[in-house]
């Protein structure tokens, strides 16, 4: 990953007292999709699934993610599918 790939979505939380950057919740979703090869298609879907089930993030904030990483026409058939 480079780019805006890298840095978009970066969250900074305090565990412990430290300041620790994670990616966000629809950022994440977007990077299982991304590594779907690796990891699998299939919890590449569940976490969009429960993500969208617990409305932890919205559609806008999906689309804009798959933008940045370059999913958009990987993601479209599943995203359309949820509204």
């Not at 790939?5 to 300041?19: D, F, K, P, Y």
């Not at 999709?33 to 993500?51: M, N, P, S, V, Y």
């Not at 409305?55 to 993610?65: G, I, K, P």
């Amino acid at each position: 990953m480079s780019g805006l790939s890298l840095i978009e979505g970066v969250e900074n939380h305090q565990i412990e007292g430290c300041n620790v950057p994670i990616y966000s919740m629809p950022k994440t979703v977007v990077d299982c999709f991304k590594f779907r090869h690796k990891i699998g298609l299939d919890i590449a879907l569940e976490a969009l699934r429960e993500c969208w089930q617990q409305q932890r993030c919205s559609m806008d904030e999906l689309w804009y993610y798959a933008k940045v990483c370059r999913m958009r026409n990987v993601m479209r058939p599943y995203l359309e599918s949820l509204t």
